[in-house]
């Protein structure tokens, strides 16, 4: 069965700074765009903020640009978000998804950005 199991969340201060990873089971993450998404506590949806595609190639929300690095380990069947530069408004539930080719979703891993 496919699916993610993402972690590495937690309380971190504005500034600061996190890695996120999703560990994929049942497929390989060098098939597909692998994507993060998060949903905040005053957004019901789960917005796309970066992907990385089989080839490689990443791609961010501009939010993240500048302050956050997708990438994968394709031994761990892994991939990460280094976030850093954290704001407040980074506070959400982060999840992980094949974007073209959705999963049941995980559990997500929960980010709190406060002083």
């Known amino acids: 069965q496919a699916q993610f199991v993402e972690s590495g969340g937690g309380l971190v201060q504005p500034g600061g700074s996190l890695r996120l990873a999703c560990v994929a089971s049942g497929f390989s993450v060098s098939g597909y765009t692998v994507a993060w998404y998060r949903q905040s506590p005053k957004n019901y949806a789960r917005d796309v903020i970066a992907?990385?595609?089989?080839?490689?190639?990443?791609n961010y929300t501009d939010s993240l640009k500048g302050r956050s690095t997708i990438s994968r380990d394709l031994v761990k069947n892994t991939v990460y978000l280094q976030m850093d530069i954290i704001r407040p408004e980074d506070t959400a539930v982060y999840y992980c998804?094949?974007?073209?080719?959705?999963?049941?979703w995980g559990q997500g891993t929960q980010v709190t950005v406060s002083s």
């Open positions: 992907g990385i595609a089989p080839d490689g190639t990443p």
């Open positions: 998804n094949r974007q073209f080719a959705f999963i049941p």
